[in-house]
Structure formats: structure tokens, C-alpha cells
T-cell receptor
Framework: DAGVIQSPRHEVTEMGQEVTLRCKPI?????LFWYRQTMMRGLELLIY????????DSGMPEDRFSAKMPNASFSTLKIQPSEPRDSAVYFC??????????????FGPGTRLTVL | AQSVTQLGSHVSVSEGALVLLRCNYS??????LFWYVQYPNQGLQLLLK??????LVKGINGFEAEFKKSETSFHLTKPSAHMSDAAEYFC?????????????FGKGMKLTVNP
């Protein structure tokens, strides 16, 4: 399997622009997570989906952030408008969750976002 | 609420020395515990996990961890450090919310291996 695929790997944009990050989970996985990693705050869970349904979005910083999962093989994280403080590495992770299953998440390589 | 504590943010060892990275957890239910490793400019990779059964868990690259319920600990060890072990290490515990599970990560520990 190719693993979790994220695109783009690097994104540089200007303040106020819309940014869309993409994630393709591992085939057959039914849970997907978006994380943000910064030096100051470490690794933060933004939102996660089970069977394409958002379960917990309490980590989404504010209304400028939105995430969708239209099908089992694709998810997007959108920031609009972007601000310099959004600069971070954004990770997507997926897992297969079943009854009694353990929570092994598989991470993508991340998208490094720089907002100027 | 479930949580993990990784005291300190940086550990430095000499090549060939013992590696010990500490993790203490808080959980109101029997926990599932994980160690992930992050190499520079990469995503997190599972190192090992404890679910049930044997409390000494062996992972990849010669690492192991022991679940000690009485101490609420899950420390990561490796007998002899290698230069390639230089990375950041994250301890995590499962947390259940609304019938669904997620991971709660510690703040991470950066390991430096000196020649």
C-alpha cells in the first residue's frame, strides 16, 4: 500500500488567501484525522472522521478552518482566509476501526504551510 | 480525561548508551498506550503499542516499553543507542469520547545521539 498520501507537500501563500490541503487515506481505513504541528503547541488534533462523518471538531481553531470528507478515499482541510499564525505542518492520519480494534493510526508525510 | 506526560523536551545520549524516555499516563479506563517516532521532515511512525496481555512490549529498531499500572508509566527503552535513533518520540494514550476513540499525544521528546 502507498500509505497515507498528502498534497501538496509544501505550500507558501500570502495572508488572506484560501488554502486547501488534501489527504488520501489508506485504502480500507474508515477513520481519518487531521493534526497540526508547531514548535509552540506541539501536535494538536484538529478534527477526525469515522466512516466519513465528523466525530470531533473541537480542535478546529476557528471558523476559518473547515474540513470535509466526501468519500472514504479523500478529505480536504481548508483555511480561508489564511493568516501567518496558521503556518505549521499539517498531518493527515488514517486507521481501521472495528469493534475491539486498537487505535493504530498511520500518518502521512505532512504538508508544510507557510503563510506570509 | 485521558492524558500523557513526557517530562522534559530533550534527551541527549552517547552512541551505545542506554536510551530511556519516560511517559506517564492518566486514564480512568484500562489504557491502550503507544509510542510513535518522528524523523526529521517526516510523519509519525508507530514504534510499538500496548493493548492487553504481556506488559513488556517490543517494537521496531530494538525499542521496547513496559506497561506498569501501579506506576501509571509506559517508559521507552533501548539498550544501546544508534546514531539513526535521533528523532522525536511521542507517547500517546487512547481517549474515548462519544463512543469513539482518538489518541491523546504527549508533547514529544527530542532524542539526540552523540558520537
Amino acid at each position: 500500500d502507498a500509505g497515507v498520501i498528502q498534497s501538496p507537500r509544501h505550500e507558501v501563500t500570502e495572508m488572506g488567501q484560501e488554502v486547501t490541503l488534501r489527504c488520501k487515506p489508506i485504502s480500507g481505513h474508515n477513520s481519518l484525522f487531521w493534526y497540526r504541528q508547531t514548535m509552540m503547541r506541539g501536535l494538536e488534533l484538529l478534527i477526525y472522521f469515522n466512516n466519513n462523518v465528523p466525530i470531533d471538531d473541537s480542535g478546529m481553531p476557528e471558523d476559518r478552518f473547515s474540513a470535509k470528507m466526501p468519500n472514504a478515499s479523500f478529505s480536504t482541510l481548508k483555511i480561508q482566509p489564511s493568516e501567518p499564525r496558521d503556518s505549521a505542518v499539517y498531518f493527515c492520519a488514517s486507521r481501521y476501526l472495528d469493534w475491539g480494534g486498537t487505535d493504530t493510526q498511520y500518518f502521512g508525510p505532512g504538508t508544510r504551510l507557510t503563510v506570509l | 480525561a485521558q492524558s500523557v506526560t513526557q517530562l522534559g523536551s530533550h534527551v541527549s545520549v552517547s552512541e551505545g548508551a542506554l536510551v530511556l524516555l519516560r511517559c506517564n499516563y492518566s486514564s480512568s479506563v484500562p489504557p491502550y498506550l503507544f509510542w510513535y517516532v518522528q524523523y526529521p521532515n517526516q510523519g509519525l511512525q508507530l514504534l510499538l503499542k500496548y493493548t492487553t496481555g504481556a506488559t513488556l512490549v517490543k517494537g521496531i529498531n530494538g525499542f521496547e516499553a513496559e506497561f506498569k499500572k501501579s506506576e501509571t508509566s509506559f517508559h521507552l527503552t533501548k539498550p544501546s543507542a544508534h546514531m539513526s535513533d535521533a528523532a522525536e518520540y511521542f507517547c500517546a494514550v487512547t481517549a474515548t469520547q462519544g463512543g469513539s476513540e482518538k489518541l491523546v499525544f504527549g508533547k514529544g521528546m527530542k532524542l539526540t545521539v552523540n558520537p
